[in-house]
């Protein structure tokens, strides 16, 4: 018998209905992303890109609210290896998606590094590789942004390691949580991100349970993704490959990762992410419902 997972609350986001930026004329408009989304069966969403949905928080508290819908998290792109240079330029973006984060009585704000490669054209930006001074201001800048946020905004930032980024891998991971205060900077673990990257969820929940502080569920393709390895594919045109598939067809199994998140005995979300812009608008809604089922009979 599976065993319900009393701590972990279950949610989707707008990337789950191929959304990726804050308007593009191939992603469904945000007010059906907001019907399906409730028809699927999920009371919680994230915000996604700032600008999709209403940035006007009256606005957008009245069409998540007669959905029955609940807002947990944020998201916000951070160059902070850069160092002290980019503050400026960082927080007047953040704090603006903090603000309408707040509004909405969300707790959490996801915050994922910059890429090292155009998520597009595979155009490499900069290099792949940290130097050890970047590590310290990504540490340091991170830690400086966790307390702004938490002493201004009442937010708590998860980051979420991420494909072509800096904070990708087990060991770019560890390192960056080994840097970084716990009582300020917490995970957001992506499980999908973090096997297309060679990395184990169930290890790291086991290893660094108390650094895990929100979770996205997502599966990969083996099969794709060792062709998107062999051909050192971006992101973007992985995504489109289908690098990220419908559970629970991929990897890693979901059901392990959610009982070892249940057995750190804290509340967590786990929202959903099925990455696959661009699609047709037609694709999300009957995976979304699906999925939501399978979570379902995880126990979540």
Known sequence: MTTAKTRIRIGSAPDSWGVWFPDDPRQVPWQRFLDEVAEAGYGWIELGPYGYLPTDPVRLAEETGKRELRVSAGTVFTGLHHGPAVWDKTWAHVSEVAALTRATGAGHL????????????????????????????????????????????????????????????????????????????????DTGHYAYCGGDSVKL????????????????????????????????????????????????ALEPVLAAAQALDVNLFAIVEQDMYPCEPDRPLPVAERTRAFLRSCGA
């Open 110 to 189: 996801v915050v994922i590094p910059s890429f090292w490669r155009d998520d597009k054209t595979g155009a490499v930006l900069e290099d792949s590789t940290l130097t050890a001074t970047q590590w310290r201001d990504l540490a340091g800048q991170t830690e400086r942004l966790a307390r702004e946020l938490r002493d201004l905004f009442g937010l708590r930032i998860v980051v979420h390691p991420h494909a072509d980024t800096h904070i990708d891998s087990e060991e770019n991971v560890a390192r960056f949580l080994d840097a970084t205060d716990p009582d300020l900077v917490n995970l957001c673990l």
């Open 205 to 252: 929940i086991e290893t660094y349970g108390e650094r895990i502080g929100y979770l996205h569920l997502k599966q990969v393709d083996p099969e794709v993704l060792a062709q998107v390895r062999a051909e050192e594919l971006p992101f973007g045109p992985a995504v489109a490959r289908g690098v990220m598939c419908e559970p629970p067809s991929g990897v890693p």
